[in-house]
């Protein structure tokens, strides 16, 4: 398979925990994209990167979320301290050079107790 | 005024039918347009990409775009049960990376 894979697919904690997660987009593309999806609404934009340079960051990624990208390969989302509100789809997309189609992974679920 | 507006549903079309789902967006510097799929429990699928006014047509399905009416649309034609899902409307300004999409509308085809 080599669409993007995202790890785990399902996380639960508890409340005050932190969680990290972890995309590898697909080979090639350079740019990768976080969101967030609760039920019944579109994904939530959280964060872009072009190679390793985290380029635009929505004002919903509060100080508790991180993202990183090392060597502009996979990216991980940390998020501390988790809180209930937290409990979402976190997705993560990537594209090609100078394209700007979105090709989302299969998401990780976490509920936070 | 949400930025990405779509009809929530659900839409109920029969096995067979052509399937219109709408989408205005407030941005009038959006640039690029997007259509994607979702089943239940899963991610969204990239259907179609819209970036010049007039249609698109691939397969079974078209997208129009009318960016002085700030309007998209996607025709499904010959529906069928397994087109049921709901579908995203997404936008995406000139010059930013970030996506917007709308809540998606519930469509329902029934055999």
């Known amino acids: 398979d080599t669409g993007v894979s995202q790890d785990p697919r399902h996380k639960i904690t508890k409340r005050g925990q932190n969680v990290t997660f972890r995309c590898d987009p697909i080979?090639?593309?350079?740019?990768l994209y976080w969101y967030r999806q609760t039920l019944g609404q579109g994904p939530e934009f959280l964060t872009y990167?072009?190679?390793?340079?985290?380029?635009?960051k929505s004002r919903l990624l509060s100080d508790r979320f991180s993202a990183e990208r090392p060597k502009g390969s996979f990216s991980t989302l940390e998020i501390q301290r988790t809180e209930q509100g937290d409990s979402a789809m976190y997705l993560c997309?990537?594209?090609?050079?100078?394209?700007?189609?979105?090709?989302f992974g299969p998401g990780t679920r976490l509920t936070v107790l | 005024q949400k930025e990405v507006e779509q009809n929530s549903g659900p839409l109920s079309v029969p096995e067979g039918a052509i399937a219109s789902l709408n989408c205005t967006y407030s941005?009038?510097?959006?640039?690029?347009f997007f259509w994607y799929r979702q089943y239940s429990g899963k991610s969204p699928e990239l259907i179609m990409s819209?970036?010049?006014?007039g249609d698109k047509e691939d397969g079974r399905f078209t997208a129009q775009l009318n960016k002085a009416s700030q309007y998209v649309s996607l025709l499904i034609r010959d529906s069928q049960p397994s087109d049921s899902a709901t579908y995203l409307c997404?936008?995406?300004?000139?010059?930013?990376?970030?996506?917007?999409f709308g809540t998606g509308t519930k469509l329902q085809v029934i055999p």
């Open positions: 997309a990537s594209s090609p050079p100078k394209n700007n189609e979105q090709f």
């Open positions: 080979s090639e593309h350079n740019r």
């Open positions: 990167f072009q190679n390793e340079a985290q380029l635009e």
């Open positions: 941005d009038r510097g959006s640039q690029s």
């Open positions: 819209i970036y010049s006014n």
């Open positions: 997404a936008v995406k300004p000139k010059g930013y990376q970030k996506v917007t």
